[in-house]
Protein backbone atom coordinates (compact mmCIF):
# COMPACT_ATOMS: atom_id res chain seq x y z
CA UNK A 1 0.00 0.00 0.00
CA UNK A 2 1.31 2.96 -1.18
CA UNK A 3 1.91 6.11 1.42
CA UNK A 4 3.08 9.44 1.67
CA UNK A 5 3.04 11.48 4.92
CA UNK A 6 4.04 14.66 4.80
CA UNK A 7 5.13 16.97 8.03
CA UNK A 8 6.24 20.54 8.86
CA UNK A 9 3.80 22.74 7.53
CA UNK A 10 2.46 25.54 9.80
CA UNK A 11 2.56 29.43 10.45
CA UNK A 12 5.35 31.70 8.46
CA UNK A 13 5.97 35.01 8.30
CA UNK A 14 6.53 36.66 4.66
CA UNK A 15 10.14 36.39 4.12
CA UNK A 16 10.48 33.41 6.36
CA UNK A 17 11.45 29.96 6.06
CA UNK A 18 10.16 26.80 6.53
CA UNK A 19 10.38 22.83 5.60
CA UNK A 20 8.68 20.16 4.71
CA UNK A 21 9.64 16.22 4.73
CA UNK A 22 8.20 13.27 3.27
CA UNK A 23 8.60 10.18 4.22
CA UNK A 24 7.15 7.27 1.60
CA UNK A 25 6.69 3.25 2.29
CA UNK A 26 4.72 0.76 0.01
CA UNK A 27 6.32 1.06 -2.89
CA UNK A 28 10.41 1.16 -4.05
CA UNK A 29 11.00 4.38 -3.61
CA UNK A 30 14.32 5.30 -5.47
CA UNK A 31 12.13 3.98 -8.59
CA UNK A 32 10.09 6.46 -8.96
CA UNK A 33 10.28 10.39 -9.65
CA UNK A 34 8.85 12.55 -6.74
CA UNK A 35 7.32 15.87 -6.45
CA UNK A 36 5.60 18.74 -3.62
CA UNK A 37 2.15 19.81 -5.85
CA UNK A 38 0.16 22.37 -3.63
CA UNK A 39 -3.23 23.69 -3.94
CA UNK A 40 -4.41 27.14 -2.48
CA UNK A 41 -7.96 27.90 -1.59
CA UNK A 42 -9.90 28.41 -4.46
CA UNK A 43 -7.17 27.30 -7.34
CA UNK A 44 -6.57 24.22 -9.11
CA UNK A 45 -3.88 21.71 -7.83
CA UNK A 46 -0.60 23.16 -9.09
CA UNK A 47 3.14 21.40 -9.40
CA UNK A 48 5.33 23.19 -7.18
CA UNK A 49 9.00 20.96 -8.02
CA UNK A 50 9.75 17.81 -9.37
CA UNK A 51 12.94 15.34 -8.99
CA UNK A 52 14.06 12.83 -10.76
CA UNK A 53 14.37 9.08 -9.63
CA UNK A 54 18.01 9.63 -8.78
CA UNK A 55 17.56 13.31 -8.25
CA UNK A 56 19.72 14.30 -11.32
CA UNK A 57 16.93 16.39 -13.20
CA UNK A 58 14.79 18.88 -10.81
CA UNK A 59 12.26 21.19 -11.81
CA UNK A 60 10.63 24.17 -10.69
CA UNK A 61 7.51 26.05 -10.87
CA UNK A 62 7.86 29.34 -12.20
CA UNK A 63 6.75 31.36 -8.94
CA UNK A 64 9.23 29.44 -6.89
CA UNK A 65 12.25 29.07 -8.82
CA UNK A 66 14.77 30.40 -6.94
CA UNK A 67 12.90 30.51 -3.50
CA UNK A 68 12.31 26.81 -3.07
CA UNK A 69 14.90 23.77 -3.31
CA UNK A 70 13.51 20.21 -3.59
CA UNK A 71 15.44 17.10 -2.43
CA UNK A 72 15.29 13.81 -1.72
CA UNK A 73 17.02 10.93 0.47
CA UNK A 74 16.53 7.35 -1.54
CA UNK A 75 18.17 5.56 1.21
CA UNK A 76 15.72 6.91 3.71
CA UNK A 77 12.72 6.95 1.50
CA UNK A 78 12.09 10.76 2.29
CA UNK A 79 11.82 13.88 0.14
CA UNK A 80 12.19 17.35 1.10
CA UNK A 81 11.21 20.83 0.17
CA UNK A 82 12.93 24.15 2.09
CA UNK A 83 10.97 27.20 1.42
CA UNK A 84 12.82 30.52 1.48
CA UNK A 85 11.44 33.82 1.32
CA UNK A 86 8.23 32.83 1.54
CA UNK A 87 4.93 34.79 -0.17
CA UNK A 88 1.44 35.10 1.25
CA UNK A 89 0.62 33.35 -2.24
CA UNK A 90 2.47 30.54 -1.17
CA UNK A 91 -0.13 30.26 0.92
CA UNK A 92 -1.81 26.06 0.56
CA UNK A 93 -2.04 22.87 1.29
CA UNK A 94 1.08 21.13 0.17
CA UNK A 95 1.28 17.36 -1.00
CA UNK A 96 3.87 14.42 -1.34
CA UNK A 97 3.08 13.38 -4.68
CA UNK A 98 4.63 10.14 -6.25
CA UNK A 99 5.25 11.19 -10.57
CA UNK A 100 5.00 14.43 -11.76
CA UNK A 101 2.78 16.72 -13.67
CA UNK A 102 0.45 14.00 -15.54
CA UNK A 103 2.23 10.75 -14.34
CA UNK A 104 1.48 11.27 -10.63
CA UNK A 105 -0.32 8.80 -9.13
CA UNK A 106 -0.31 8.94 -5.86
CA UNK A 107 -0.32 11.75 -2.94
CA UNK A 108 -0.04 12.24 0.30
CA UNK A 109 -2.68 14.26 2.70
CA UNK A 110 -1.43 17.35 2.51
CA UNK A 111 0.23 19.58 4.98
CA UNK A 112 -0.94 22.94 5.41
CA UNK A 113 1.15 26.29 5.10
CA UNK A 114 0.49 29.55 5.79
CA UNK A 115 2.23 32.62 4.89
CA UNK A 116 1.12 35.52 6.90
CA UNK A 117 2.23 38.46 9.41
Known amino acids: QVQLLESGGGLVQPGGSLGLSCVAS????????MSWSRQAPGKERELVAG????????NYGDSVKGRFTISRDNAKNMLYLQMNSVKPEDTAVYYC??????????WGQGTLVTVSS
Open 97 to 106: TRGRGAAADA
Open 26 to 33: GFFFSSYA
Open 51 to 58: ISHGGGVI
